[in-house]
């Protein structure tokens, strides 16, 4: 692939306050390189390293609200408090400072344990107390514990706004807290955040999204990320149909959400292929398609395997991106994210703009364990 295959990677792209010279997202990807939540140098280092090379907007691993139990590793970074806001500070100004966009990633895990342990040891909080279905794990949370956590993210995008950065993503995905409001399998709630259908699911979320839109205004652009998969159950589908993914996704972009960044494992597999076809619109295609929003796409771009692979251990080849420039030469999604293949190699943005193929780096499990 020379550098002219590439150009529909690099046409810039802007909405509301957010300019971004490519359409090269670098995907969020926990790290737990923050002791006591605190980012330091190293972290600073190593988003600095990705903005010198040219990703269009960079999006930070998973960083936690002011809940008791919205961390569940003791070495992921808060987005609180004065010494972890600190941290942030320094970071988005040497991003901005080595020309670079960045947002941080908004996140409460809700009742997921990490694979390392089992941390914190009480007040994990979830919508009914289950992990998965019919898996008990925490609390369900009252009334007053929703109305603390849904303040609680209009604090972190408030200081996101407040610190400089050019926007935020709130994590809706993976089986998190958001998500597990969406999944009638660990939402068996009776109150308003429960229900049916998932248009009344989805509740929690646009009320996250509402007060996070107060906080920072009409002009400052929200992501939000989503999934039909949870790591609880890759096989696992929130909407089966158009319609009931337009029952989904309206409600939040109604609710002030921007762009909605669709994860995927693969993202070239089709979203409802029996309606379009194997070669179909993904998860960001018929999200653009029913809602008129943005869309990130995201899932093994550039790599062989996916990324639940490499948590076990798998390597990854390096592939060619002549579906990927395809499907953005047809406007089918706005953005593409980038996790392993740029978080093992900062140079990755230069060396596709330049078709530097033989200097790609493939992705080994190893690079989980440092910031390179």
């Not at 995905?173 to 248009?199: E, P, S, V």
């Not at 609710?255 to 292929?273: I, K, M, N, T, Y």
């Not at 790599?303 to 390096?318: C, H, I, P, T």
């Amino acid at each position: 692939m020379n550098a002219a295959d590439v150009n529909a990677l690099f046409a810039p792209f802007k909405i509301k306050s957010l300019d971004l010279k490519n359409r090269i997202v670098m995907a969020p990807m926990t790290r737990t390189f923050a002791p006591e939540g605190v980012p330091g140098a190293d972290v600073e280092a190593y988003y600095r390293r990705r903005a010198e090379d040219g990703v269009g907007l960079i999006l930070s691993e998973g960083t936690v609200i002011d809940r008791p139990a919205a961390s569940n590793h003791e070495r992921i970074p808060f987005f609180h408090g004065e010494k972890s806001l600190a941290g942030w500070s320094k970071v988005i100004k040497t991003v901005h400072d080595k020309g670079g966009k960045m947002g941080p990633q908004i996140w409460h895990v809700g009742s997921v344990a990490h694979p390392a342990g089992d941390w914190p040891a009480s007040g994990v909080e979830s919508p009914s107390g289950l992990l998965a279905p019919e898996t008990p794990r925490g609390d369900a949370m009252s009334e007053e514990d929703i109305a603390d956590t849904i303040a609680a993210y209009a604090r972190a995008a408030a200081d996101a706004k407040r610190l400089g950065f050019d926007t935020f993503e709130i994590h809706g995905a993976h089986g998190y807290l958001i998500d597990q409001f969406f999944w009638a399998g660990t939402n068996k709630r009776t109150d308003r955040y429960g229900g049916a259908t998932l248009k009344e699911r989805a509740r929690f979320a646009a009320d996250v999204v509402k007060a996070m839109r107060e906080a920072v205004g009409p002009d400052y652009p929200i992501i939000l990320r989503l999934s039909q998969w949870k790591q609880q159950d890759y096989k696992a589908r929130l909407a089966e149909t158009p319609d009931a993914m337009t029952d989904w996704l309206m409600p939040l972009v109604e609710a002030g959400v921007d762009v909605l960044h669709c994860s995927q494992r693969r993202f070239w597999e089709p979203e409802f292929p029996e309606i379009d076809g194997e070669q179909g619109l993904n998860f960001a295609g018929w999200a653009k398609k029913l809602t008129g929003a943005a869309t990130i796409s995201v899932g093994s771009v550039g790599l062989s395997g996916d990324f639940m692979a490499a948590f076990g251990g798998e390597s990854s080849s390096v592939v060619g991106l002549d579906n990927l420039v395809r499907r953005m030469e047809r406007e089918e999604f706005d953005l593409i994210a980038v996790g392993r293949a740029i978080l093992s190699d900062p140079q990755w943005v230069t060396k596709v703009r330049t078709g530097d193929n033989e200097n790609m780096r493939p992705f080994t499990a190893a690079a989980f364990g440092e910031l390179v």
